[in-house]
């Protein structure tokens, strides 16, 4: 259970959130929704003790699992299993357990050997009481339903992509959750990097989950099959709007309180404007100039109790950058293999990148979609094979973990490292157009939300005169009215394009010449029969 008092959020001068009181109790399917930048992750890292609120009070009572968009946390060395496994302290357990059993089969001293036994039923009692061998096959069984191969499991964190990380950090934590019923669920988009089998599943888990959950996602299936309640962040009115309903009855819900305050506002301002009116004509009299006082009084009391009404969001206006001038094939890759110790990745890959080519890389999960394009932006050296730069070549990379962004400085100065010999004056002006206005262009990048780091490092592009894009899951974190953006956005770029996506309708706004399958390296035509292979990639 959480329990929030009087709770008020600010980022630097700018209020979030106005003070407000609620309760996330077990059995509460809470999506809590808003624009991108509104305040989403910010109430959830609180709620989750990761950050202090500007006022109030979040009480927190049993456990917490919180997924944040961009977990970074755990031993690199430590393998994915042992990683799931820790969620319940059941990795340590084992690994002692497995010492122990070597050490028995060494030792001669029988004393010694009575001792490591005693030990070892001590050890195996403690894991027993966890749950077990039983705990570590639903373990398995998660991670299989998250995409995560035993093959995965067995590899260290450090050579796992980022999707894959994320996913582990997923399992872990709805690991935790199934061991304790009344465990609340803190979980920030967490259906970025799953297939669609994968995002079934966890519909299915959440409905389940008998503890408190609160998820922020743009996946509307998801709210649509998992929550009870709706709390909407209404970033024109720093307010939280608490609906005790169902996803589809909230949508109806906020519709009627918005054409009621609209209605309420029509008629105050109706009344104000006939009170103001009478007053003015009664000023004129001294005998009759306090009544017309007495009037302004009540025109301004109506006045200052006028509903709010919900002005309509702001949108980022993306296009992308002319490209500039290149030869005919900017961008050529031959031979490209990449491993992870014993594990291969892929090998032999090869990619002609003509001007104005659409390229969208398919492939599973893990088989190195991410990894590809570091290589061909430079990010990341292959194991063998070149990448090979042709005439005029300019490159622009969002990637997928907002790498490209130096989190320690300010909004302004990633723009300035990204675009040097532009003015402030038009990086203000971009910047503007993105939605970071005023004192927002100061603010550090790792206090953004992950939609805020989006469009932030969509803005960097915008800078580039780019012609060739390297996209690698560019409307993850996005509300769709900025996804549309984006799509539309890709539909105009001139230049050629290398896309890794999950979204369906990303694709579809590339219309691609040519599809790249991993691992094996395969390239060929694009046909619409792929598409289906989009969502399970």
């Not at 301002?269 to 306090?290: F, G, N, P, V, Y």
């Not at 130096?406 to 990204?418: F, G, I, P």
Request: glycine residues 10%.
């Amino acid at each position: 259970m959480i329990i929030v008092s009087e709770l008020e959020l600010r980022a630097g001068a700018r209020t979030l959130i106005e003070p407000v009181s609620f309760r996330v109790q077990p059995g509460d399917r809470i999506g809590l929704v808003g624009r991108n930048g509104a305040g989403k992750t910010t109430m959830l890292k609180t709620l989750a003790g990761e950050t202090l609120p500007f006022a109030g009070k979040v009480d927190i009572r049993g456990e917490i699992g919180y997924l944040p968009q961009d977990p970074r946390t755990g031993d690199l060395a430590d393998t994915a299993r042992d990683r799931v496994l820790a969620a319940r302290g059941l990795d340590v357990i084992l690994r002692e357990m497995e010492k122990l059993q070597l050490e028995m089969a060494e030792f001669v001293d029988e004393t010694a050997r009575d001792t490591a036994v005693r030990r070892y039923g001590r050890l195996e009692e403690r894991f027993g009481m966890l749950g077990g061998y039983a705990a570590e096959a639903e373990a398995a069984r998660i991670c299989s339903s998250l995409g995560l191969p035993d093959r995965v499991l067995g590899q260290q964190i450090g050579t796992l992509s980022g999707g894959q990380r994320r996913r582990v950090e997923l399992a872990r934590i709805l690991f935790a959750g199934s061991g304790n019923s009344d465990a609340t669920l803190l979980l920030d988009e967490p259906t970025n990097h799953l297939d669609a089998d994968s995002i079934t599943w966890l519909r299915d888990f959440l409905r389940a989950h008998s503890g408190g959950l609160i998820v922020i996602s743009h996946d509307v299936d998801l709210l649509d099959k998992s929550v009870n309640k709706v709390f909407h962040l209404d970033a024109n009115r720093a307010a939280l709007d608490v609906y005790n309903v169902n996803w589809k009855t909230y949508l109806t819900q906020r519709d009627q309180d918005e054409r009621r305050r609209r209605r309420e506002r029509a008629n105050a301002e109706k009344k104000i404007d006939s009170l103001r009116a009478q007053a003015d004509k009664m000023r004129a009299k001294a005998t009759k100039a306090r009544a017309a006082h007495q009037m302004d009084r009540r025109a301004e009391r109506l006045a200052s109790g006028l509903a709010e009404v919900r002005v309509a969001d702001r949108v980022a206006k993306l296009r992308f950058p002319d490209p500039a001038p290149c030869g005919r094939t900017p961008l050529t890759a031959t031979g490209l293999s990449k491993s992870y110790g014993s594990l291969e990745v892929f090998t032999g890959v090869d990619l002609a990148i003509d001007r104005g080519t659409r390229v969208v890389v398919l492939g599973l999960n893990g088989a190195g979609k991410t990894t590809l394009l570091r290589m061909l932006a430079g990010q990341e050296t292959p194991d063998a094979g070149e990448v090979h730069p042709g005439h005029g070549l300019r490159l622009g990379y969002y990637a997928q973990e907002h790498e490209t962004l130096d989190t320690s400085r300010t909004v302004l100065d990633n723009m300035r490292a990204a675009a040097p010999t532009a003015s402030d004056v038009d990086l203000r002006r971009i910047l503007g157009a993105f939605l970071f206005g005023g004192d927002a262009v100061e603010q550090l990048a790792e206090t953004l939300s992950g939609g805020e780091k989006t469009r932030l490092a969509l803005a960097g592009l915008v800078c580039s005169s780019a012609n060739v894009l390297l996209l690698d899951e560019p409307t993850n974190n996005l509300d769709p009215a900025s996804r549309g953006e984006v799509l539309s956005a890709l539909r105009t770029y001139r230049g050629s394009v290398v896309l890794v996506t999950h979204d369906p309708g990303a694709v579809e706004a590339l219309s691609p010449d040519k599809v790249l399958m991993l691992p094996d390296g395969v390239e060929d035509t694009w046909s619409p029969d792929l598409a289906d292979l989009v969502t399970l990639a």
